[in-house]
């Protein structure tokens, strides 16, 4: 019989922020996707701004990294036209890229 401290949680996390516990992985994905979202649509910093999904059975004392993006230059679009051309007080285009763990 599975107790209840044996269920596996998840929490989505960014570099800035950190989500309640979440029941399901659904639930994170969920949350991961309008993160993801949101904070693209905030400020971003290629190579540093991540969000990510992590899992846990102990109350994330230790924790699994189930999925990652992390922020990087778009060349493509920013050799189109860069952000600053376009009337935008920043630098570059940016877009997520998922990350191997």
Do not use: C, H
Request: charged share 35%; hydrophobic share 35%.
């Amino acid at each position: 019989m599975v107790g209840v401290n044996d269920l596996k949680k998840y929490r989505v996390q960014t570099d800035k922020n950190s989500s309640a516990p979440l029941l399901t992985l659904e639930q994170a994905e969920g949350v991961f996707e309008r993160w993801k979202d949101d904070y693209m649509s905030d400020t971003v910093i290629a190579d540093e701004s991540y969000v990510e999904i992590i899992e846990s059975d102990d109350d994330f004392e230790d924790y699994l990294v189930i999925k990652k993006v992390i922020a990087v230059i778009d060349n493509d679009r920013t050799e189109l036209q860069t952000p600053r051309e376009e009337g935008f007080d920043w630098d570059y285009w940016a877009k997520w890229q998922e990350v191997a763990e």
